[in-house]
């Protein structure tokens, strides 16, 4: 039951969900209160009734003697008839000495469930002949015993039908209960439109955003929106921020990477176009190298912007990972295009094993731009290392070269997309740093480019915390 009561809540709307925990709630209070009504009613009613039963005690045992040896009664009948009529039911009563000896009225009228003390009236419910009856009963000592009896003491009970306790409760209780709904019909309308009024702002804020363009990313007014609704708004505020970012950064990226390659492509045409005209073999020979110089040229741009838009819509998957053993195997895959141009390549880790977190295919994909861009700019017969750091605050991949380096502005300036330095080889498109850069950040890190300690060239890291359970 309380499954399904929970699977329907989370299927229902904000009016079914006030509806199914407000309702029942309302309902139970509104049963306490009734029978907390009828409870009080009945205790009113008692009270009401046993004043009579009681004055009709004290009114007998004022008339009860032992003057003249025996024991005598004289009933005020009238206050009998006034009690008939209010009890809506037949009065009784017994007068009775201690050793039952002596006794009047009825004598099988039940008994009180305990023992009486003297002087002390008492109140008690019974049945008499199959009718539900309210009894008083009274215990006090007598001036003398009567003749032919023992008992100094005289037991005096009066007895009246609770048929017009229980209608006068009944009424009551009706009288409660027609008020009682028509107070929780108010509550449930006055609710009904103090919510519709509270949610009014909700249901023009999704009149607002239903009637927005695709492209319409601006921010949602806060400023008549309850307060309960603001975070969620500024929440949603900042994912459309964060999209938008991405948008104007997608945008940006295929403007630039239709440039790029739509200039390989006008090349392309220009070096065939060339190449049908020329009829001179060694220049179709040339026309067919240039040609062949320029397609690995777009293939290495499109390769680059591949992993440009890979690095920042893929995934980030952070996982433990031997640092040293990623040095050791970048190394060895571009150990020959070093050796092409008689460039030492080398590694260094702090221990033969160092390990790290941060999403390892990435991560090798930012280094071997680094490093390729290292070989590019590197004169020959330089050196390039690599090496790995770490610290409580998070690790650091670097490589380190010894070529022309860059200026303090150019630094600054660099990793932005098709942004190259001045010193830049023919045939690199800017997209290298551009790719660590955007892979760093995606660590919550970052790209630096410094000047080396000792002499000429370029200090590149990539630097990213730890995680915070770590």
């Not at 009274?138 to 003398?144: A, E, G, T, V």
Request: proline share 4%; aromatic share 6%.
């Amino acid at each position: 039951m309380a499954l399904n009561i929970a699977a329907r809540l989370r299927r229902a709307s904000l009016w079914q969900r006030l509806a199914l925990l407000l309702f029942p709630a309302l309902l139970a209070v509104t049963g306490i209160e009734l029978w907390m009504t009828r409870h009080d009613a009945l205790a009113a009613a008692n009270a009401a009734y046993d004043r009579s039963l009681l004055g009709a005690l004290k009114s007998i045992d004022a008339n009860i003697s032992t003057a003249s040896g025996g024991l005598s009664v004289e009933l005020p009948y009238s206050m009998f008839e006034f009690f008939e009529l209010t009890a809506s039911g037949q009065v009784f009563f017994r007068v009775a000495t201690s050793d039952g000896l002596v006794e009047l009225g009825s004598a099988d009228l039940p008994a009180p469930p305990a023992e009486l003390a003297m002087g002390v009236p008492s109140f008690y419910d019974a049945t008499y002949f199959g009718e539900a009856v309210r009894l008083a009963a009274y215990r006090r000592d007598l001036d003398r015993a009567p003749a032919g009896s023992t008992g100094r003491s005289v037991l005096i009970q009066v007895g009246e039908s609770t048929r017009s306790r229980q209608e006068f409760t009944a009424r009551f209780v009706r009288s409660a209960a027609l008020r009682d709904g028509l107070v929780l019909a108010m509550l449930l309308c006055g609710t009904a439109l103090a919510l519709a009024a509270a949610l009014r702002p909700l249901s023009r804020l999704a009149r607002e955003v239903q009637a927005r363009t695709p492209d319409d990313l601006t921010r949602i007014a806060e400023a008549d929106l309850p307060a309960e609704v603001r975070p969620l708004v500024a929440a949603v505020n900042q994912q459309m921020s964060r999209t938008q970012d991405l948008v104007v950064q997608q945008r940006q990226f295929l403007d630039d990477a239709s440039h790029q390659l739509r200039t390989h492509l006008t090349t392309l045409q220009m070096q065939a176009d060339y190449a049908r005209r020329e009829q001179d073999p060694v220049q179709v020979q040339a026309a067919l190298d240039a040609l062949a110089t320029e397609i690995g040229r777009a293939t290495r741009s499109a390769q680059q912007l591949l992993a440009l838009g890979r690095s920042d819509t893929v995934a980030v998957e952070p996982a433990e990972f031997d640092l040293a053993a990623l040095l050791r195997e970048l190394a060895v895959d571009l150990l020959p295009l070093a050796r092409a141009k008689r460039i030492d390549l080398g590694i260094h880790a702090p221990t033969l094993e160092f390990f790290a977190v941060a999403d390892r295919g990435l991560l090798r994909e930012a280094l071997g731009n680094l490093v390729t861009n290292a070989i590019a700019y590197t004169p020959t017969e330089g050196t390039i290392t690599l090496f790995a750091a770490g610290d409580a605050a998070g690790w650091s991949l670097n490589v380190e070269d010894d070529g022309p380096g860059l200026g303090e502005e150019e630094r600054a300036a660099l990793g932005q997309r098709f942004r190259r330095g001045a010193r830049a080889a023919k045939g690199g498109f800017g997209l290298g740093l551009a790719i660590a850069r955007s892979i760093a950040q995606r660590h919550r890190g970052e790209l630096r480019l410094e000047s080396r300690e000792a002499g000429t060239g370029l200090h590149a890291i990539i630097w990213w915390p730890r995680p915070a359970a770590s």
